[in-house]
Each structure stands twice: as C-alpha cells, then as structure tokens.
C-alpha cells in the first residue's frame, strides 16, 4: 500500500525564517513520482514539483528547494526566507504504477507572521 | 492559473438533492481526475478518466458517478446528497494516462464548493 506522512500539522515562523516541511512516504514500488502542492487560503491546489524516484537530485527554484533521500523515503521541502505569501497548506503526493492515482499527506499548515 | 477550470465554484443544495460539477482540463490534457477534499478525509481520490473512457477508480460512493465527453470535459454527478458530501470538489488534468510518463504532471482546479443543508 503506498502512504504518505507528513508529520507536521502545522508550523508557525516569523517572516525571514526558513523553514522545512517534512514528507515521508512509503512505497513498494520501485518506480514512483512525488509531488508537492500548494492550497492557499483560496482553496486552490498549487502544483509545486514533480520528481521521479530516479532522480536523486535535489532542486532549487527561488526561494523554495527539496531534498530527495530515498535511503530515508523522504522528500522534504524548504522555503527561504519565508514571506507572508507563502501561508498555506502545503501537501505532499505520491504516484505509483501500482495505486494508480495520487496519494496525498495530510498537509501541513504554514503560518508566516510579521 | 492551472487551465483547469472548474464550474461552479460554490454551491449549497439541500439533503437528498443532486448536483453536476463540471470541468473542463487544461488545453492539450487527455485525462481527467476528481478528487474530493474533507475535514476527516483528507484528499481522496474519486475517478479518473482518458480520453472518454474510465481509466480508474478509487473511493467513489455509488450515489456519484462522472463521465469524460468527446470534448474531453468532465462531469461529476452528486445524488442523494448528504450532510456528509460537503467537501471541496477538484478536477485535475493531465496530458497522459499514467503519471509515470516522463513529463506527466497533474494540475488541479481551483475546486468547487459544495455544501449540503
């Protein structure tokens, strides 16, 4: 079965922190696609990233990066120096072959404050 | 914007009422996806579908149903409503069956509103 965790129900940071967001996941599948998204207030579903378990390679855009670990099945999420912008629920996807469909955490809640 | 789009984005019937959701995927996409999105259950996988045709299906009460049109919109139709059903209501898109293929990604609407009273 796959799942999905993110432990971290919710977090609050003063602007300018950084801030990491925890995703680990659980899968037999050897491959499978990750995925973060972004819901704001507005309700929307934000598509942050995608990568491939293949893919070891951490990525950086902007303000935001991810740290793929497979030895750890985890794939966490950074923001720079948070803004007030970036309160949101942030969500964590997994995609397998054998699930068919995304799998989502249950989000975690930034709250960035002045 | 994802180019999904999704009609309409609120929406308050009463109990045992039936309700269409309809959605149109970005230009380009052939497969169509709802999820539904609740307080205690999270975001739950409904159906999917490719290119008109059911491609999979998770967990959908038998009181819903959707189907893909020829124009590769999607419906999600919501009967004998109850308390219960009141969640935010997404499409997403994508341009291939299975997210596996290089370049796959699913985008989502912004989501409809339902509430049931």
């Known amino acids: 079965a796959q799942k999905v965790t993110q432990a971290q129900t919710e977090i609050s940071v003063v602007e300018k922190e950084d801030v990491t967001l925890d995703c680990v996941y659980e899968t037999r599948d050897t491959t499978y696609y990750l995925f973060w998204y972004k819901q704001p207030p507005s309700g929307e579903l934000v598509f942050l990233i995608r990568?491939?378990?293949?893919?070891?390679q951490n990525e950086i855009s902007g303000r935001y990066s991810w740290n793929f670990q497979k030895s750890t099945s985890s794939f966490n999420f950074t923001i720079t120096a948070s803004q007030v912008v970036d309160s949101a629920v942030y969500f964590c996807a997994l995609y397998t072959g054998t699930a068919s469909k995304l799998t989502f955490g249950t989000g975690t809640r930034l709250q960035v404050t002045l | 914007d994802s180019g999904v789009t999704q009609t309409p984005k609120h929406l308050i019937t009463a109990t045992g009422q039936r309700v269409t959701l309809r959605c149109s995927p970005r230009s380009g996409d052939l497969s169509v996806y709802w999820y539904q999105q609740s307080l205690d259950q999270g975001l739950q996988f409904l159906i999917q579908y490719y290119n008109g045709e059911e491609r999979a299906k998770g967990n959908i009460l038998e009181r819903f149903s959707a189907q893909q049109f020829p124009d590769l919109h999607s419906e999600l139709n919501l009967s004998s409503l109850e308390l219960g059903d009141s969640a935010l209501y997404f499409c997403?898109?994508?341009?291939?069956?299975?997210?596996?293929?290089?370049?796959?990604?699913?985008?989502f609407g912004e989501g409809s509103w339902l509430t049931v009273v």
């Open positions: 990568r491939n378990s293949f893919d070891e």
């Open positions: 997403a898109s994508s341009v291939f069956a299975d997210s596996r293929s290089s370049g796959n990604t699913i985008y």
